[in-house]
Structures are given as structure tokens and as C-alpha cells.
């Protein structure tokens, strides 16, 4: 579908942002290491004092008796990735703020339970369409398929049983964890097995780099995306509301009430949505323009500022902490990418740090194919056919502002 961008390549783009970056490109080079005794590290050699550990442990046991595991992937920069084999997620992201002081920038939970009984997508893998298809329908190639509704009118986040809730298979990588999911064909009305793969890996800059990977053997549709809500204060300290978000998108999608494109691509000029200035993400987010009362707050695809079809891995976001000094930079292959202030947070849940989390306590940034494209001709096609190879690239890289 996409040509892959290589390695060689993106570690030359990143070089350009990161002081140093040229090092990025070492841990790439290391061989497979041989999976461990659980929860004993293992070391990826070959370089020069850099390398990143994978460790695995139990995490507990669904109700059917499926065994799940956590990995972390731990560098020698103070950063740690915590993954779980339930739905990919991502369960922590330990990382340091200006003075070396580590803190976990990912909303979550402490065990498995609340996880499957009620996370709001915290951190998952989410498939096989990212956000919403309109009414749960779509037409492909003559035949029209139907998902499950599942959020009001419509179809969100790959169904009632999306990538989210299903057990993934690890492989150990070097740097990072593969993991692999095959879809059968039908599997919440959707078209085609399809064969996936998602790779996470750590590197010694503190980015944390998905690759997404996935085939099928009849015409379908796909979009795959992280949800991982980031406070870059921490999570459970309260709002983003103070952290200052840029993004490199002129346009929108505006809504309807139901959270569906209207399918206009909208200036963000003058509007709240104008984060091409680096802004305060709390600054306008009760302005009562009507997309930001319909979402109550910002639940919103940015369309990217790049060449049609282009799908090089740039430099599409930037958060910033002022307090911690936490930066956040996002880069990615998609075309679009959405913005969610967490709104649905509505103290319910409790996190790690065992305090509740409300609306406008993290954000996302899911990268992503603009949503109910399968319904909108004039947006980037998410049709993928049997020929085809997927890919998508995200790569959040962590930094402190002043941090020697
Ligand atoms: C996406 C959607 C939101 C919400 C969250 C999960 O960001 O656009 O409306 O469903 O996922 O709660």
C-alpha cells in the first residue's frame, strides 16, 4: 500500500531534530537474541553501551484462562515501555522530566481486570478501522458490509471485539517486541483474513518507534493506530491543559453530532483547532465554536501538511511540558491524526497512581487514515487488496527540554 521508509532513512530525518541523533541508528544493527527465563533481562550487544532490555512477566489470566504477559523494553537513558500481549497495550511509558526525575506520560492501570472491564482503548492497538465508519456500513468493490454499532449510530475503533480485546502473540526483536494477530475472515463483519503484525521498539534516544504491518487474502479496509493517552506531567496529576501542543496541519475534518466527518477539510485558521503555532491545548478548549460543544472538547482528525500520497515518515507533532520540561515529538507515515482530550474521562476510573482521571487529563495523538474514509471518495483510500503490503510508521520520541 505504502512504499516501507527505511531505517537508514529515518535515523538521517531524526539526526536532523535530535542533537546526536546520528547515534540513534546504532541499536538497529544488533542481532536476534534468544528469548530469556521469564522476567531475566536481555541484553542486545554490539554497541557501545546503549542497549536496550526486554524482560517479560506475567500479568495474569483472562477469564478463559489465557495467560497474558507483560514486556518491558528498558534503555540506558532512564526510559522503560511496559506492553501487555492483551490487545497490544501499552501500559506505561516511563520517562525522565528535565532534572532526570522519571515519571509514567501513559494513562492506564494496574492489572488485567480493568483492562478488559473497562479501559477506554488506554494505550491499545486499534483495528481494524481506527475511529468511526458511519452507521457501521460501508460499500466495497459492489458489496456492502455491516459492522457492529457500538458507539451511538456507528461503528468505533474495529467493533465490539476490535484489535484491542483479542491476545496477541510476542516475538522478542531486537530493541523491542513484535506482535502478531490474524483476523479471520469476517471477524466483526469485516472482509478478508487478515495477517498483522505490530513492532514496537525502544531506542537508546528515548523514541518509542510502531511499525505496523498487515496483509489480506480478499479486498478489505484498514486502519490500524496506538491510543495511548500521554500527560506529559504524569498520569493522574490532573489536566494538559497547561502543555502546549503544536502540529503540522492547516486543515481539519469537521463533525457531525455523531463524531463523523462531515467530509469538508476545513481551515484551522481562527479557529481552535490552529495549532500550527505551538498553543496552550487548554488555551480555546471551551470556546464555544460548535465543533469544540459537539466533541467537548477536541476529538478531531488533523488532515497533515504534505503532498497528496505522500507517506515519508516526517515530523507531524510537538508537545511540550512546561513544568516537567517534557517534550513529545510525534512522527509519522499517515495522513491524518487525532486529536482526543481524553473527554470521555469522566472520574470513573482510577490509574496507577491511584487517582481518578477526568476529562482533559491526557491527550492523544493517534496517527491515523482520516475516519469513515470507506465512505468518503475524496479522502486517502484505506482499501487494501490482496497485492498489497500495509505499513504505517509512528515514532514518539521523548525528550526533556534543558536536560543535560
Ligand atoms: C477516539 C475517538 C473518541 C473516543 C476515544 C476513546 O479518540 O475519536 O471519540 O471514542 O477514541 O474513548
Redesign the pocket.
Known amino acids: 500500500m505504502r512504499p516501507l521508509v527505511s531505517r537508514s532513512k529515518f535515523f538521517r530525518a531524526l539526526a536532523w531534530i535530535v542533537p546526536g541523533g546520528a547515534l540513534l541508528g546504532v541499536s538497529v544493527v544488533l542481532a536476534v537474541m534468544a528469548f530469556p527465563a521469564a522476567a531475566s533481562p536481555t541484553h542486545n550487544r554490539g554497541h557501545k553501551g546503549d542497549g536496550v532490555t526486554v524482560s517479560k512477566a506475567p500479568y495474569g489470566t483472562l477469564a478463559d484462562g489465557t495467560a497474558i504477559d507483560q514486556y518491558t523494553l528498558a534503555n540506558q537513558h532512564g526510559m522503560t515501555v511496559k506492553i501487555i500481549t492483551y490487545g497490544g497495550i501499552v501500559t506505561e511509558i516511563d520517562t525522565p522530566d528535565r532534572h532526570g526525575k522519571i515519571a509514567n506520560v501513559a494513562l492506564g492501570f494496574d492489572n488485567l481486570a480493568d483492562y478488559v472491564a473497562k479501559s477506554?482503548?488506554f494505550g491499545a492497538i486499534i483495528g481494524r478501522y481506527a475511529?468511526?465508519i458511519a452507521k457501521g456500513t460501508f460499500t466495497l468493490d459492489g458489496t456492502t458490509y455491516h459492522l457492529p454499532i457500538n458507539?451511538g449510530v456507528n461503528s468505533?475503533?474495529g467493533g465490539i471485539m476490535g484489535f484491542d480485546k483479542h491476545v496477541w502473540s510476542a516475538t522478542v526483536v531486537p530493541d523491542g517486541l513484535k506482535l502478531s494477530y490474524t483476523s479471520v475472515d469476517g471477524e466483526e463483519g469485516y472482509p478478508g483474513t487478515m495477517k498483522v503484525d505490530v513492532t514496537y521498539t525502544l531506542t537508546s534516544k528515548n523514541a518509542l518507534r510502531i511499525d505496523y504491518h498487515a496483509t489480506t487474502d480478499k479486498a478489505t479496509i484498514i486502519n490500524l493506530t496506538n491510543?495511548t493517552y500521554f500527560n506529559l506531567a504524569g498520569e493522574g496529576s490532573g489536566d494538559v491543559f497547561d502543555q502546549v501542543l503544536w502540529l503540522k496541519a492547516h486543515n481539519y475534518t469537521p463533525v457531525d453530532a455523531t463524531?463523523i466527518p462531515t467530509g469538508v477539510i476545513a481551515p484551522v485558521a481562527g479557529t481552535p483547532f490552529d495549532f500550527t503555532k505551538p498553543t496552550a491545548i487548554g488555551l480555546r478548549i471551551r470556546e464555544a465554536d460548535p465543533q469544540i460543544v459537539i466533541a467537548q472538547g477536541y476529538?478531531h482528525n488533523f488532515v497533515i501538511d504534505r503532498p497528496a500520497g505522500d507517506s515519508s515518515l516526517i515530523l507531524i507533532s510537538k508537545a511540550f511540558d512546561p513544568a516537567s520540561g517534557r517534550v513529545l515529538k510525534t512522527w509519522t507515515t499517515e495522513p491524518g491524526v487525532?486529536l482526543?482530550t481524553g473527554n470521555?474521562l469522566d472520574g470513573t476510573l482510577v490509574g496507577p497512581s491511584h487517582h481518578t482521571y477526568r476529562q482533559g487529563d491526557a491527550f492523544?495523538l493517534?496517527t491515523q487514515h482520516y475516519p469513515d474514509s470507506p465512505n468518503e471518495p475524496a479522502f486517502p483510500s484505506t482499501v487494501l487488496r490482496p497485492s498489497q503490503t500495509f505499513t504505517s510508521t509512528t515514532v514518539y520520541a521523548f525528550s526533556a527540554d534543558g536536560h543535560k
Open positions: 477506554p482503548y475511529n468511526r458507539n468505533l475503533h491510543h463524531l476529538d487525532q482526543y470521555f492523544t493517534e
